[in-house]
């Protein structure tokens, strides 16, 4: 018995070690890891607002003869920072989401006069309001099968981008393209531009140029991360280049469905 016990045990052991062979550990290895660095990341964003938070709080219930001003400067730096955690935490989800799949999405055929408008208008003011030239030219009227809510997000995070990183009197353009079957849409900026070294790494997660820049503007190094997710949904592909003689440009190419 004990011979044919320590049998099976063996041809177990064998079929088990021929199987894990096979299996090719790597990729799971490699998404653990980014898992592992994501939830890491993502708690150090989270602390940072929430010590400052707990700090004014602190503040205000020890320190002695605080002034009204003392008071409402506390209130007003721990209302900013409850902003900062309300958009990271959202952008935090979509990411989550879009990762198990748990979003639906709404696919229909559009073209890109519907799709672009709604996002572009609010932007007008903004950009206005702050200095700065807004262009608009969209020529083309392919047929592309896209959700527009999430395609509206993408374009959000763009303008936002190109807004924030542009200083007074600079210029915003936002233009179109057809590249064999591909619509491109291009928001183009006279900003600070990114570097050669930066073009890829800005679309990860959590990455940021230049870390106390970004502080200021408020930024996680999540926009883009969740741009590039969004044209993948797509089937498409975005990139950024250099707008010369200073700025960027971000390039987003979806697949045409049919040309008008
Ligand atoms: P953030 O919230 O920090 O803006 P993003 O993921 O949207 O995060 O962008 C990542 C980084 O890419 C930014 O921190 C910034 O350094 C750089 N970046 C994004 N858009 C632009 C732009 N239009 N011009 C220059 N740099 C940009």
Do not use: C
Not at 85 to 100: G, K
Not at 101 to 127: C, G, H, V, W, Y
Not at 161 to 177: F, L, R, S, V
Not at 213 to 221: F, P, Y
């Amino acid at each position: 018995i004990l011979i044919i016990t320590f049998f099976i045990f063996w041809v177990i052991a064998l079929v088990v070690s021929y199987f894990l062979s096979r299996i090719n550990m790597l990729p799971i290895m490699k998404s653990w890891k980014q898992q592992t660095e994501f939830v890491n990341d993502a708690a150090h964003e989270l602390r940072t607002p929430l010590t400052i938070i707990q700090g004014k709080l602190e503040y205000m219930l020890t320190k002695p003869n605080k002034t009204i001003i003392d008071e409402a400067e506390a209130i007003s730096v721990s209302l900013d920072e409850v902003n900062r955690l309300n958009s990271l935490t959202n952008n935090l989800l979509v990411l989550a989401r879009s990762d198990s799949a748990t979003t639906q999405s709404n696919f229909e055929l559009t073209t890109p006069d519907f799709f672009l408008k709604d996002p572009i208008e609010p932007f007008k003011d903004i950009i206005n309001s702050q200095s700065k030239v807004f262009q608009i030219n969209l020529l083309h009227k392919p047929v592309l099968n896209l959700d527009r809510d999430k395609i509206k997000q993408l374009l959000i995070i763009l303008l936002d981008n190109a807004t924030k990183y542009t200083p007074q009197n600079g210029t915003i353009k936002i233009y179109d393209q057809i590249e064999g079957s591909k619509y491109q849409f291009i928001i183009s900026d006279t900003g600070v531009g990114v570097a050669d070294n930066d073009k890829k790494k800005i679309f990860g997660r959590f990455y940021r140029v230049d870390k106390s820049r970004n502080t200021n503007s408020g930024g996680h190094g999540l926009g883009l991360a969740i741009a590039k997710q969004i044209v993948e949904l797509h089937h498409g592909n975005i990139f950024v280049r250099d707008n010369l003689p200073h700025g960027s440009e971000f390039v987003v190419e979806l697949p045409i469905k049919r040309n008008h």
